[in-house]
């Protein structure tokens, strides 16, 4: 069974650009959610989606935002990108029902910006 | 709100040793509780869970984690460490069907030959 699938794995950007990671669950799982670790803040939560709905989401500014599609798989976009979202980017799924709180992770995307 | 605390920001053992990694958590009700692991540049993997019955819970890799309630803690512990250990542990809690979960800042495990 193929693991969650992130990409793309690195990325460098500028100030004010925008950025889009994408994210592939694992098959038959329905909710990905996403991280953000950095060195300073370490892992916090951002959102998850779950049958193309957010069902809940963290203490994150506005630019940063995500949808789900039909296949469940999922991309989150940055937009007017700033320094201190230089970080790595961690998407997870889990299945409905028993074992929702399973995460199974991505490698990750490491976004820089300059 | 839950929270987790990992005491020890980096621990140094010598393989075959033993090893405990601490946790201590804040939550009000039952909590759901896990310990992952991080290689460098990689994501995380799951060790082991534990959401309710036997508070003794074995994982993967020869981990296990007891969880004490009136300790608040959910203590990993593996009896002989190898040099592949070596990374980076989080220790997490979270509630039933919410993936909103609380990552402790991690302990960096380094494994002496």
């Known amino acids: 069974k193929a693991g969650v699938t992130q990409t793309p794995r690195y990325l460098i950007k500028t100030r004010g650009q925008q950025v889009t990671l994408s994210c592939s669950p694992i098959s038959g799982h329905r909710s990905v959610s996403w991280y953000q670790q950095t060195p300073g803040q370490g892992l916090q939560f951002l959102f998850e989606?779950?049958?193309?709905?957010?069902?809940n989401k963290g203490n994150f500014p506005g630019r940063f935002s995500g949808r789900q599609f039909s296949n469940s798989r999922s991309e989150m976009n940055v937009s007017t990108l700033e320094l201190g979202d230089s970080a790595l980017y961690l998407c997870a799924s889990s299945p409905a029902g028993p074992g929702a709180n399973v995460l199974t992770f991505g490698a990750g995307s490491r976004l820089t910006v300059l | 709100a839950q929270s987790v605390t990992q005491p020890d920001i980096h621990i140094t053992v010598s393989e075959g040793a033993s090893l405990e990694l601490r946790c201590n958590y804040s939550?009000?009700?039952?909590?759901?509780l896990f310990w992952y692991v991080q290689s460098p540049g990689q994501g995380l993997q799951l060790l082991l869970k534990y959401f309710s019955g036997d508070t003794l819970v074995q994982g993967i890799k020869g981990f296990e984690a007891e969880f004490k309630r009136s300790q608040s803690s959910f203590n990993l512990r593996k009896p002989s460490v190898h040099w592949s250990d070596a990374a980076e542990y989080f220790c997490?809690?979270?509630?039933?069907?919410?993936?909103?979960?609380?990552f402790g800042a991690g302990t960096r495990l380094t494994v002496k030959p």
């Open positions: 997490a809690v979270g509630t039933y069907n919410n993936n909103d979960m609380r």
């Open positions: 989606y779950f049958s193309e709905t957010q069902r």
């Open positions: 939550y009000g009700a039952t909590p759901y």
